[in-house]
């Protein structure tokens, strides 16, 4: 039978251990075969925050949360993690850029550069120079 799942289209996917394993392997697979050189993963919101932390540990890599302004934390800072690292930003999807450009301004205020872009929706990793 199968049951309901409340969730927006995109992270759906992400409520169901069979389909959010596909999405980590594939995301570990990717990352490991292209050699990224990249020290954490860096993320801004609810969706990419329900994987990152599978995926970076399997890396053995760090992470960088950058929260949004409007969330409501119990945090007094808007970006955590160990700074001074190469950051690869972890999304489902890039539409207006603005969590991206959000993400870089964010990890940029604790000396972390982004290296590289996995989007997990749309299978694209760019790497940067």
Request: some cysteine; hydrophobic content about 40%; overall charge positive.
């Amino acid at each position: 039978m199968r049951r309901k799942i409340t969730a927006c289209g995109h992270e759906k996917r992400l409520f169901t251990i069979t389909k959010r394993e596909q999405i980590i392997c594939k995301a570990i697979k990717t990352l490991k075969k292209n050699k990224i050189l990249f020290d954490a993963i860096s993320v801004s919101g609810y969706s990419s925050a329900i994987i990152a932390p599978i995926i970076a540990h399997k890396l053995k890599k760090n992470i960088v949360l950058v929260r949004k302004s409007s969330e409501q934390r119990y945090s007094n800072y808007s970006v955590e993690g160990q700074h001074g690292q190469r950051v690869l930003f972890l999304d489902d999807l890039i539409d207006s850029g603005k969590t991206f450009e959000w993400v870089k301004s964010g990890v940029e205020t604790i000396g972390c550069r982004i290296v590289g872009i996995y989007l997990y929706e749309d299978d694209r990793l760019k790497l940067f120079i």
